[in-house]
């Protein structure tokens, strides 16, 4: 088993990896079914998940903490994207959906592997990050909302179904709301107070045993109902070629979700830790896990950040806990899934709701105000499109006020006029006589050729006879930027102004020639092209 603790140093504490699996177990069982409810799919959906496809990641993976398993934004999407092609939720052509969602996804992730796209998790900023995930878990919360109160609505869009919630508040089914705010009482004390125990089991199990007690499912507090026995077997997805292709949209979105969300988790404990992962790696290993998940019955599986700080807390070091884990789901739908059936439907809406909660990050909101306002609108943008617009339409959205505000500011790139300092050498300061060197701090590209040639000209109405170009910064140059260049040297030329270029390293020179800007006079230093200004008719 030593795939399973690669890269520990020492040896393996077996009791403790062992006890860290039954934790693991413990906070799955009740969150898989949670979010097997959110995604409108039946309760064993989301119990399947952790057997075969857990330990088919565990098996796969790089990372030693990393959990693979449903969680809420998976869910979430799931129930979302779904509603636009299926009928009802949990309905069979929504189930046999879900599982075809999860073969997709698996296509997308070993397809993202074959091209070693991994990298790709970098360009999902944490504002359109932030702001998606919180979306979600408001869109959580408002379900969850309804069965902790009791009561049903008949909204289909976001506002008016929260306008319904508050206006019936008054109908409210009084012993659900009592199981299901007692369930999530229970939940924070113990994560206050003893944060090592299974809080959302123990809650469980209470809130179980007093219906039960009580009998207060004769009194209109929901149940479960029962859950078959047996483990999963093989099953192929019945579904129109039309509808997997209806699918694809929603798999890129899951997947960029987790692609940013467990690789950049993966990474921040590897980091800790002192151990070397592989992205690519990872992409493998959740593509093979979701394909176990669409043929054994399960859903797609994502990352689990809240699950795997609970493993990490625990001291566990290995994938050994999802092994354990998977054998003790296993052996629960396998011979005691009848106790199932008794779960109050209140509770496991509340242990998702204290869940979901945290996924709100309010700090990180108030630092994006306080540090920069438009990726707080982005984020904010994102939170709200999410229940309103939709999950995919708003990640699209997003995406879209990411990139408008990364070509926004590298339309405005830094630049300054250097004058000579201590020793010679130049530093920022005003451009003085008629030499003037110019720095451009970024890549000359088609968002910025404009700010370049305006700043030159403007320098050379100033009545600037030699304008040194410091190109040290710049790293690249498109087409555009490249005719912006060409252009600039020929109206500079045309005013009898000297343009030259300094400090340019070889593969921008190289660059420059490609582009065919062979006239252009080159010097090594800002100092040198001052000398050549001096010993010129000019100096």
Not at 246 to 272: F, N, S
Not at 384 to 393: A, D, F, N, R
Not at 447 to 469: P, Y
């Amino acid at each position: 088993m030593t795939w399973f603790a690669a890269g520990i140093r020492g040896p393996l504490n077996w009791p403790r990896e062992i006890t860290a699996g039954v934790t693991l177990a413990a906070l799955a069982i009740p969150l898989n079914i949670g979010y097997a409810q959110i995604a409108g799919l039946p309760p064993v959906v989301g119990l399947y998940a952790a057997i075969v496809p857990m330990l088919v990641f565990a098996l796969l993976c790089s990372s030693r903490q990393l959990v693979a398993s449903p969680d809420a934004p998976i869910a979430a999407l799931i129930a979302s994207l779904l509603a636009a092609i299926a009928a009802r939720p949990g309905s069979p052509q929504y189930v046999e959906l879900a599982y075809a969602q999860a073969l997709v996804c698996a296509v997308v992730f070993l397809l993202f592997y074959a091209f070693k796209l991994g990298f790709l998790a970098s360009f999902l900023s944490e504002p359109v990050l932030v702001g998606f995930i919180a979306g979600l878990a408001v869109e959580i919360l408002t379900s969850q909302a309804e069965k902790i109160l009791g009561i049903r609505t008949t909204a289909e869009r976001f506002f008016p179904e929260l306008w319904e919630i508050i206006t019936k508040i008054p109908q409210a089914h009084l012993w659900s709301v009592v199981v299901g705010v007692a369930t999530m009482l229970v939940i924070v004390v113990l994560r206050r107070l003893a944060p090592a125990l299974p809080g959302p089991l123990i809650a469980l199990v209470a809130a179980t045993a007093v219906v039960a007690w009580a009998g207060l499912d004769a009194h209109g507090v929901s149940v479960l109902g029962p859950v078959p026995s047996g483990l999963p077997v093989p099953h192929w997805p019945q579904v129109t070629l039309g509808q997997w292709a209806a699918l694809i949209p929603g798999a890129i979105a899951i997947c960029a979700v987790t692609l940013a969300d467990g690789l950049l988790t993966a990474r921040r404990y590897a980091e800790q830790h002192g151990y070397p992962i592989d992205a690519n790696t990872e992409l493998r290993a959740f593509g093979l896990a979701n394909v176990a998940a669409g043929l054994t019955q399960s859903m797609t599986i994502g990352s689990s950040a809240s699950r795997t700080a609970a493993m990490d807390a625990t001291g566990s070091r290995s994938q050994i806990p999802s092994a354990v884990c998977a054998i003790v789901v296993a052996v629960l739908v396998a011979f005691f899934s009848g106790v199932l059936a008794y779960l109050p439907n209140t509770a496991l809406a509340g242990i998702v709701a204290v869940a979901v909660v945290r996924l709100i990050d309010v700090r990180k909101l108030a630092e994006l105000w306080r540090l920069r306002r438009s990726e707080f609108w982005i984020a904010v943008a994102c939170l709200l499109g999410v229940p309103v617009l939709g999950s995919l339409t708003a990640v699209i959205i997003a995406f879209l006020l990411s990139a408008v505000d990364v070509v926004r500011r590298a339309s405005r790139p830094s630049t300054a006029t250097l004058t000579p300092g201590e020793h010679g050498r130049y530093v920022r300061g005003p451009a003085e006589g008629p030499l003037t060197v110019y720095r451009f701090e970024s890549q000359l590209f088609f968002a910025n050729a404009g700010t370049f040639k305006t700043e030159i000209t403007h320098l050379a109405d100033q009545g600037a006879r030699w304008i040194v170009l410091d190109a040290e910064a710049i790293t690249d140059v498109d087409t555009t930027g490249a005719g912006a260049l060409r252009e600039t040297a020929g109206m500079l030329r045309e005013r009898g102004v000297t343009f030259a270029v300094a400090r340019a390293t070889t593969a921008l020179r190289h660059l420059l020639a490609h582009y065919g800007l062979t006239g252009l006079t080159f010097y090594d230093s800002n100092e040198a092209a001052a000398a050549a200004y001096r010993e010129s008719d000019h100096g």
